[in-house]
């Protein structure tokens, strides 16, 4: 199998067909470590660029709500 671009190799799996390899895409990374793997990367999405993933997700929606003075609870309760 030839090598796949990255929106075909996503498309495939979506479709339920064989990819040539599993897509690779995080949903976020932290701050810190763009930092350090990529020294001078500002975005989520220029990072995903630098590292080669296939797929960028984006606004990753988390509810929350304020426990206290600079706290927080996460929908799943952490």
């Known amino acids: 199998m030839t090598e796949l671009t990255s929106e075909e190799r996503v498309l495939r799996v979506l479709q339920r067909q064989e990819p040539d390899r599993v897509p690779h895409f995080e949903w976020l990374v ?4 763009r930092e350090v793997l990529s ?11 630098k590292m080669g993933h296939d797929a960028i997700l984006v ?11 600079n706290r927080w609870r996460s929908e799943w309760g952490t």
Request: hydrophobic share 25%; with cysteine; aromatic share 8%.
């Open 30 to 33: 932290d701050r810190r470590v």
């Open 59 to 69: 606004d990753p929606n988390f509810k929350k709500e304020r426990v206290g003075a």
């Open 39 to 49: 020294p001078g990367c500002r975005s989520h999405n220029d990072f995903a660029l």
